[in-house]
C-alpha cells in the first residue's frame, strides 16, 4: 500500500431519494478523505445531508426509494460501493463501526444489551460463545458500565440513556474497527452525560488508534473533539478545514452565520445574537446556484446561476462561496 | 425549608412570588391502585419573578423545570405550596378564576409540531383566546391576528393557512402570536427552541426579547441549553431533581458558581471555541441521575457530588441566601459573615 493513501477517500459521492414529491437530492457532490486515527467532525443542521452521507457510505440506504447515484467510497483501496451485500456486510461493524443518535431504537429491546455485542463478535471475530460474553464483560467495563458482569443479562430498557449510549460504543467498539462514525451520539442525552461519552470516546481512540467522524449539529462538541470539519448545507461541504482555522477564521457566510448565532462566542453574551434570516431550502428542485444564496448577505447575480465550487483559501482549507475573499466574520 | 425566597434590597416590583411549590405524582399499584409512593416532581420550590426580567430555569431532564412551569399555572394541580400573583394565590382559586387569571400568564412550548391543532388554520389559532374570552367580533378578530401575526414577523396573509405548511420556526412563532392575543404579563417559556435547528434559534431568541422589550413582557424561560439561558435570562434558577439548588443573577451564576451541581453542569458546557476545549479541564459528573421516585436522604446531589462529605448523605441542606440575591442548598456554602 502506498504510503500516500487514506484510510477512506469519498469522491463525488451523491445520494438520491425517489419522493412522491420530486426526487430529493440529499448528499451532492461530497468528497473528503480520512487517515488513520483521525478525527473529522461533520457539522450541520437537519436536512442537510450529514447523516445520509454516513449511512450512504455504510450502503444502510433503503434502495429504493434511496440511490447512491454516483461517486466512490474508497476504503483501504477497495471501493465500498462496489462490493457485494456479502462483502459489505463484513465491512460493516468489523472495519466500519456506527453509532446512532438513538440508542433506545438502535438497541433491540427483546434481546438483552449483552447478547447484541456478542452477536457481532460470534459473527465477525468466529469467538466462541463463553469467550464472546468474557469479551463483551470486558468491553461494557471498559465503556464504564458498574456491575458490567451483572449488567451484561440485563435489557436495555433497564438502562438510563447514557448507559445505553455506553453499550452502542461498546457493541462499536467490540470488532477493533478502523472507523467509528458516530452520528449525534450525544444529542438525545443530557450535557453532563454528553461530557461523559465525549471524553469516554476521545480516551478510546487514544488507546485503539480508531479514526472517527463525528456528526453533530452542536458546534461546541466539534470544537472539544475533532481536528478537522466538513460543515453541510443542503447536502453539500461549503466548507472545510483545521478545527482552529474554521472557527478562527470562517470563509463560508454559512459558517460564519452559524457560528455568529450561538451564545457566549467572545464574550458578547448581552448583545443581539447575529441571525441568519430564511430558513433551510427544500432539497426537492433545488434551484441552481449556491444552495445558500437565498439567506445570504453577499448575494451577487452569479451566486444564482453558478454554483460555486470548494477553493483554497487556506492551508488545508477549502470554502465554496463566490465571494469568500469579502466574508468577514461577525 | 420552605423559608420564602426574598432576594433582599431588590427594589423591583414581585410580579409572581412561588412559594414551597410542591408536585408529586402517585405511584399506584395492584387491582386496587394503591399508593404506593410518589414521583417527587417538584420537591418544595420556592423564587420571585420581578416584573420585566426573564428568570431562567435550567436543568437536566427530569429535574422538574417543565413540571414547575405547568404546576404555576396550573396544568398541574400544586401537591402543596402557593403561588402568588397579582395579589391572588393560584393554587387556591376555582377552575373558573383561574381560567380568568391565565389572560396574564400564557405559555409557549417545546415541539411546535404538538402544540398546533393541525386542523386550525392560523387565524382560527391566533384568534381563539380571544373569542373564548368574547374579546372581539369576527372582524376585529381578523384585524388583531393580522397584526399579532406581524408582530411575530409573520406575512398576515398567512392567517388562512394550516400549521403543516409552516416550518418549525414559523410554528413557533404562530404559537408565540397566540399567547400574545390576550396581552399577558408573564409568559412561561418551557424549551421554546430546543426543537429548531442552530440559525433559526437565534431567529426566535431575538424576537422573544424584542417582545419583551416593546410590550414589557415578564418570561420565566425553561430550557436546558445553558448558554442561550445566560444569553436570555437576568437571574438564573438551577434545578436538580424537584429542588432550585442555587439562584442569582446571570452573571454572577455563570463567573461564581457555588453549588457543586452548578459547577459541573457549567463545566460540561461544550465551548464552541477549539483553543479553549483544548486546554479546558471538566468536572466529569460519576453516573445517572437518581430516581425522583427514590430521591436520595439528605442532599439529592450526594450521590454524583465530587465534594460529598457525611452530612450531606444525612440532612438536607437548606436553601439559603449567601449573599444578597445569591441563593444556594449546600452544606458547604455559607454566608459570609
Known sequence: MAGTQHLLEVRNLTTRFHTEDGVVHAVNDVSYTLDEGDTLGVVGESGCGKSVHALSIMRLIQIPPGEIAGGEVIFRGQDLLKLSDDEMRKVRGAEIAMIFQDPMTSLNPVKTVGFQIMEALILHKGMDKASARERTVELLTLVGIPEAAQRVDDYPHQFSGGMRQRAMIAMGLSCDPSILIADEPTTALDVTIQAQIVELVKRLQHKFGMAVIWITHDLGVIAGMARRVNVMYAGRIIESGPVKEIYANPHHPYTVGLLGSLPGRSGRTSSRLFSIPGEPPDLVGLPPGCAFAPRCHYQTPRCLKETPPLEEVGPGHIAACWEKDKVRRV | ?337
Do not use: W
Not at chain 2, 392567517?159 to 399577558?184: C, D, K, T
Open chain 2, 1 to 337: 425549608m420552605a423559608e420564602a425566597v426574598k432576594t433582599s434590597d431588590a427594589p423591583q416590583e414581585v410580579l409572581l412570588h412561588v412559594e414551597g411549590l410542591k408536585k408529586y405524582f402517585p405511584i399506584r399499584r395492584g387491582v386496587f391502585q394503591r399508593h404506593v409512593g410518589d414521583v417527587k416532581a417538584v420537591d418544595d420550590v420556592s423564587f420571585d419573578v420581578y416584573r420585566g426580567e426573564t428568570l431562567g430555569l435550567v436543568g437536566e431532564s427530569g429535574c422538574g423545570k417543565t413540571t414547575t412551569g405547568r404546576t404555576i399555572i396550573r396544568i398541574y394541580e400544586p401537591t402543596a405550596g402557593h403561588v402568588i400573583f397579582k395579589d391572588q394565590d393560584l393554587a387556591a382559586l376555582r377552575a373558573n378564576e383561574m381560567r380568568e387569571m391565565r389572560r396574564s400568564m400564557q405559555m409557549i412550548f417545546q415541539d411546535p409540531y404538538a402544540s398546533l391543532n393541525p386542523r386550525m388554520s392560523v387565524l382560527k389559532i391566533v384568534g381563539e383566546p380571544l373569542e373564548v374570552f368574547h374579546l372581539a367580533n369576527k372582524e376585529e378578530r381578523r384585524e388583531r391576528v393580522a397584526h399579532l401575526l406581524q408582530l411575530v414577523g409573520l406575512n398576515p396573509d398567512f392567517m388562512v393557512r394550516y400549521p403543516h405548511e409552516f416550518s418549525g420556526g414559523q410554528r413557533q412563532r404562530i404559537g408565540l402570536a397566540r399567547s400574545l392575543a390576550l396581552n399577558p404579563d408573564l409568559i412561561i417559556c418551557d424549551e421554546p427552541i430546543s426543537a429548531l435547528d442552530v440559525s433559526i434559534q437565534a431567529q426566535v431568541v431575538n424576537l422573544l426579547e424584542d417582545l419583551q422589550q416593546e410590550l414589557g413582557l415578564t418570561y420565566i424561560f425553561i430550557a436546558h441549553d445553558l448558554s442561550m439561558v445566560r444569553h436570555i435570562s437576568d437571574r438564573v434558577a438551577v434545578m436538580y431533581l424537584g429542588k432550585i439548588v442555587e439562584l442569582t443573577d446571570r452573571d454572577t451564576l455563570y463567573a461564581k458558581p457555588l453549588h457543586p451541581y452548578t459547577q459541573a453542569l457549567l463545566s460540561a458546557i461544550p465551548v464552541p471555541d477549539p483553543v479553549i476545549e483544548e486546554t479546558r479541564q471538566r468536572i466529569l459528573l460519576e453516573g445517572d441521575l437518581p430516581s425522583p421516585a427514590n430521591p436520595p436522604k439528605g442532599c439529592n446531589f450526594s450521590t454524583r457530588c465530587p465534594q460529598v462529605q457525611d452530612i450531606c448523605e444525612q440532612e438536607e441542606p437548606p436553601f439559603i441566601e449567601v449573599e444578597p440575591g445569591h441563593l444556594c442548598a449546600c452544606h458547604f456554602v455559607k454566608p459570609a459573615t
